[in-house]
Every structure is written in C-alpha cells, then in structure tokens.
C-alpha cells in the first residue's frame, strides 16, 4: 500500500529566508505532483515529477524527484508572504489513476 | 478557465436530509472521477473512484449505501450524501484524470455543513 508522509507538517517562515519540505513515500511511484491549497479554496497544480533526478522551477519554489530514495522535496527560495498557503505533495503508481496525498504543509511566511 | 465544474460551492442542510454534489468534466470526456473528503486541516482523503457505465468503487471504511455515487454520463458525476449528520460535514472536491501523467484536475469544492 503507498503511503506518503510529508515534512513539516508546520512551517512558519521569514520573509527572505530559504527552506525546503519534504515528502517520502513508502512503495515505488512513477509519478509525484505538488499541489497548492489556499483556505478555504480548492488544489492548483504546481508540478509533475515522473523520472529520477526531474526539478522543475517555478518562480520561487523547485520540485525535485529521487526515486531510488523515495522522496521529494519542495524548496522555497527568498519566500515571500504570497507564498502562504499548505502545500501537498501525493504520489501515484501503477497504472492506477489515484493518488495518495500527504498530510500537507501549513507555510506561513512573516513579514 | 476551469477545467472541472463543482456545484453548489456551499450548502447548509438539516441531519437526515440528503445532498447531491455535481461534478462536470468541461473540457473532455471523463471514464473516471475521483471524490475526495477534506475535514478541516487535514489531507485530501479519496472515497471513492466514479466510474462511467458501472458501479463506483469506494475505498475501505467509505459506506457506499451513504454516499450515492451516479455517472451519469462522460460529463457528469453526482455524489448524493444520504441522511446527513453533522459528522458528514465536510469539505468534498471531485477531479478528473488529466491526460497521461497530467495532474488531476480539481473542481472548486463544496462545503457541507450538516446542522
């Protein structure tokens, strides 16, 4: 059974400060997605990461995929308060359509 | 625009009664859809997978004699929540299957509030 567990589950930043959230899954994937979640509001997509080694970049924020580790990482570089939000990542596998998503990372950036 | 169409956004509904959430694929034809069940500040939990022209498919612990699912046609997925009690309200999102590895495509959502 996937499982995916994601960490912080809490993250209260500065503005201008760099940090990264981490999401590691339990059985082989071959697909890993970002999802942003503002309150109150539904998912946005953010990224696909389908093969080892895959980082993409979008403005502040880089994905990257090491699937012999199992795991992710969403890293925020110079965040600013714009970035609030909870941030999922859900891992898929097979030729399944589902997703199994993490607990979420609450990101709140101060002033 | 918006890719998947959820509706109503909010409703509020007395225990015992019963709602029904649509779900519309807008720009292409969708075999599947995905409910999921989002209490406050936790995950996405996924109930149950629509499937057009047969039964849907729930995951362990989901009553399925609760939660009526309906595709109806590749357009369209209902999710009626029979009987309502307080504990059913929820925040419930539905997505469609993108092309290929593409993300899942998420409607607005609906939230439930059962009194």
């Known amino acids: 059974e996937l499982k995916v567990e994601q960490n912080p589950l809490f993250l209260s930043m500065q503005e201008g400060k760099n940090y990264t959230i981490y999401c590691n899954y339990s059985?082989?994937?071959?697909?890993l997605y970002w999802y942003r979640q503002d309150p109150g509001k539904s998912l946005e997509s953010l990224f696909v990461l389908l093969s080892n080694g895959a980082v993409k970049q979008e403005g502040r924020l880089m994905a990257s995929l090491d699937t012999k580790a199992r795991l992710s990482t969403l890293h925020i570089t110079a965040a600013v308060h714009d970035l609030s939000a909870t941030y999922f990542c859900?891992?898929?596998?097979?030729?399944?359509?589902?997703?199994?998503f993490g607990k979420g990372t609450k990101l709140t950036v101060n002033p | 625009g918006a890719v998947v169409s959820q509706h109503p956004s909010w409703v509020i509904c007395k225990s015992g009664t019963s709602v029904k959430i649509e779900c519309r694929s807008l720009?292409?034809?969708?075999?599947?859809m995905f409910w999921y069940r989002q209490f406050p500040k936790q995950s996405l939990m996924l109930m149950a997978t629509s499937n057009e022209g047969s039964k849907a498919t729930y995951e362990q612990g989901v009553e399925k004699d609760k939660f009526l699912i309906n595709h109806a046609s590749l357009t369209l997925s209902t999710l009626t929540v029979t009987s309502a009690h307080p504990e059913d309200s929820s925040f419930y999102i539905c997505s469609v299957p993108g092309q290929g590895s593409s993300p899942l495509h998420f409607g607005n959502g609906t939230r439930l509030t059962v009194t």
């Open positions: 720009d292409f034809q969708a075999t599947t």
């Open positions: 859900a891992a898929g596998s097979g030729g399944s359509e589902k997703l199994v």
């Open positions: 059985t082989t994937s071959d697909r």
